[in-house]
């Protein structure tokens, strides 16, 4: 029996071509869930060997659900990331001319991408809410809407035409993708890596967080996303959700993270992986005094000291 | 012609409950908007005076449409904020029983807080979006589904059964709900104030937003919500909405505003408004040096180095 | 009857010499005095306009008796500093030769900058301290010592003959002296200029001094001299003497002097006046964000943010 | 041959007295020398296993002779540090009165501490300093001058008479001094320990200090002495002498001091030893997430996420 991954389904979405960008793929068994949570249980539950779903996007930010998930319940960790460019295409019946389009559909996280452009073409369209975008490509085919606005790749699968394509409101519209798994080793440093934490502050003061955030910046670690999600304690609690460079090989990660830990109520590792937008070349450069070999020899002469010998 | 206040509606939903308890909705004519977006529009085109539309609850955090409506298009500014407690209660039309119930309906943001109950009573029940609770309660009436979450209120009038009554996963759930009106000088302060801002940094290096928060606590002003919302320039980049204890005539509020007017890219001031559910007596005591008063002696100090007379 | 300059004597002295560089002693009456505390008495007094005063020296670092003398009693204010290179001529009575050198004699001031010279050329000579360098010269003149080290241009004064010249174990030893006088309207500023503070912590925590430095740093403004002195209140306690670079009339400066009185015990204000080492040319350029006109744009955009002009 | 300790000589003087305060003394041959580079000098080549010099006073601060020896040349480490309070008796020649007063000597070291008693009971009198206090009271015994400020216990010595005890401008007068020795293995933490270094910055930017206390501050290590040394090259550059709280075996401080490590241009370590004046029961409480338990569950929390443990 192949290992297999579980994804946000259904087949036919950007989703699933992000995924199939993974080479491993070719030797996984891919199956469709309905909803992240379901996909992430099959992991929790041994059913699935990793999930793949979307954690960030351009015009939405954090995909709550996704973080939600990661933040509560069995820890999980993820492996890799996949970023894929998003534009749409106004899918319709073979033979539906524009002026014929009275409702559109789509995945409501498709609304912000295509606004503008229904206000400039379709105003006067009524938009109904599917529960994917291939799922509205598949209403559409059914002929309970008159066009979806989906991945361009969906229109052979529900044999459907292309009205239009390319459509996106944002510049370099974009969604992040995790694959994630049960905790186990994480995979060695490329050079251009990212680590994934959730921070509970211990109490709430003056400078709380910006102290917190200081544990990265003491260490010349740069972040890359700061997401809030409430705990479930009430109106105004919040856990961060925070992606930094580097990995927790790294040193200056590392030692990050311990002063994390000390100086939080909790911290969740999610994990330490490849970042899919720079290659190593291309990452910039360490602040002097935060490379490996500067913790090393740190370490070293404190322990010297220690030892009398200096 | 009565002044208007616009609100998500329809009517019958949480927000028009919440609505309802600010004294002045008795001399305004209450119209209801499709959503948020045009709600907000209402404002700025001037067809209302104000808008009133949720902004955070405890279970979803942020309410992201409405705080990217508030982040880019015409400045508007927040003047009143609202605390309700939201527990759900199942409706259906009379006679039906738990046993009966296949389909469920409510708005997407409902589920969070009754999944685990749904979980347990209705294991079974497929789950459809609903464009808010409201109407599910009267997709219900008219047969389409057979139970919706909504508010218990929501019962008399689409002439509905509770089944259930006080359903919430998480305790303490609310909702945060402000007026958003026209920029305007501020409502004084009452002593138990906050102020919301939304900041584009400048560059991204380590410790930038670090620096940023800094200005926030070096002048004692503690943070109540950090909320990233995407810019639009691409996945990764990031403007932070905040919500800070104060006023932005308290002194320490406004140093701190210009600190960051001076560090950031841009600042957006979303207005100063009495928080909801704190009373002035009970807001921690300042800390020392950050009063009014201390502002005052300590510009005073200044001025008189500057002119000698010290 | 002309206006009088206190200065550090005796006459002869590198004092009187760095004195003589400004311009404006051609129009007043010099006056040597034996002790900074009796110079700057004077001015107390009102019996000097001013007083000039080693406050610094590269071998020695902060001059403890001036600081000690600026930090307490009735406030002072500096209105320039001058630095100058310090080297020490061996100066004995004509015909003395090196071998016949058996006692030499020099301010205390002056054995750290001629220690190494002394230990390879008269190992065996007998250090004897005098009150000044000058004082030294004149005691050599009198026969009680056998060799003096002094400034060159005292050799003259003295009868004596120059032994060796240009004696320094230090390169670059300079000293830098300060005209101090009563508070008055600063001068204004010249595009390169130091400000001087003394500061009192409120308390003592961690991160205590970290943050009262912060105030500079917030601000972008950068220390030139960082010297502790006791307080008097018994040991361990410690009053911080600090030269940071720009003006009062600089709105950074400005800013960060108030940041400090909030968060101080006490801040005394020692005056701000040209940079001696650096011409306006030549100073680094400021921090995004901390010009003058970033500090009005921030206050301006406050103002137009607390009346509703947004 | 029993093992020796230098000390700052000559017999007689406060530093003699406070030497002899240690157990050890008994058991070591004490040796004056004739100046504190002399007595570390003799440290350095063996000749002696420790040295014992001055290093703060409550009124002239840092003693700046021995922290420059300290910070230069072949490392030393700080075993022991002795307060000792300062008060100053009168010393006469049996007979002479007040009023037959003219000449007074002393160390200059003492002249702040004498001051304001000579304004007012010998306004009149030269002063003449003495290289050491013992050595002014030996040259009122062979009739020199008149009158001698020193220790009580120097009356004995010279067969001088007290003629007014307990002479102290500043309350709570005391010296702090520190027994030096060679490098080796510090002793083991009392709960009550301090640890001295020197630090020198990498560069100089607005806030380069404040990063630097920051290390500290960030793991809540309190400081006890800031004191700024010249490093030799030239005017306005500095190394800065710290004596923070806690032993270098303190998770804590030797996790500063990695820190510091890495963010210098260069630091030495001077040792860790008790506090002369605290007991370990009178230590303030560690803030939260310091305590060397924090530091070895989050270093064993960050190798289990390594491991893919978590």
């Known amino acids: 029996m192949p290992a297999s991954y579980a994804?946000?389904?259904?087949?036919?979405?950007?989703?699933?071509v992000a995924l199939r960008t993974l080479p491993e793929t070719a030797t996984r068994e891919l199956v469709p869930y309905v909803s992240v949570q379901s996909a992430l249980d099959a992991v929790r539950t041994g059913e699935a060997e990793a999930a793949f779903v979307p954690i960030e996007n351009s015009v939405e930010g954090g995909i709550t659900t996704t973080l939600d998930e990661l933040v509560a319940g069995q820890p999980l960790m993820i492996y890799r990331e996949v970023l894929l460019s998003i534009t749409f295409a106004l899918l319709v019946r073979p033979g539906t001319k524009l002026s014929d389009i009275k409702t559109?559909?789509?995945?409501?996280?498709?609304?912000?991408?295509?606004?503008?452009?229904?206000?400039?073409?379709?105003?006067?369209?009524?938009?109904?809410?599917?529960?994917?975008?291939?799922?509205?490509?598949?209403?559409?085919?059914?002929?309970?809407?008159?066009?979806?606005?989906?991945?361009?790749?969906a229109a052979e699968r529900y044999g459907l035409e292309v009205l239009e394509a390319d459509i996106h409101d944002a510049e370099n519209a974009q969604t992040r993708f995790v694959l994630v798994g049960r905790p186990a080793r994480p995979a060695a440093p490329t050079g251009a890596d990212k680590t994934s934490v959730v921070l509970w502050q211990r109490d709430d003061h003056p400078g709380g967080l910006r102290d917190l955030l200081?544990?990265?910046?003491?260490?010349?670690?740069?972040?890359?996303?700061?997401?809030?999600?409430?705990?479930?304690a009430g109106i105004g609690n919040y856990c961060f959700c925070i992606d930094a460079e580097g990995h927790i090989s790294d040193r200056r990660v590392a030692d990050a993270l311990m002063g994390l830990k000390r100086s939080c109520l909790q911290v969740r590792y999610l994990g330490s992986y490849p970042r899919a937008e720079v290659a190593p070349a291309d990452v910039a450069a360490l602040r002097p005094g935060t490379s490996d070999e500067a913790f090393v020899a740190a370490a070293d002469w404190v322990a010297r000291c220690q030892d009398g010998r200096f």
């Open 214 to 232: 200081g544990e990265f910046a003491t260490r010349g670690v740069n972040l890359m996303l700061l997401q809030s999600r409430p705990t479930g």
């Open 104 to 153: 559109v559909t789509a995945h409501p996280a498709a609304q912000p991408q295509v606004r503008n452009w229904l206000k400039a073409h379709l105003p006067d369209a009524a938009w109904e809410s599917a529960a994917s975008n291939a799922d509205g490509a598949r209403l559409v085919q059914e002929g309970r809407y008159d066009a979806a606005f989906a991945g361009e790749f």
């Open 7 to 16: 994804y946000l389904g259904p087949e036919g979405t950007f989703t699933e």
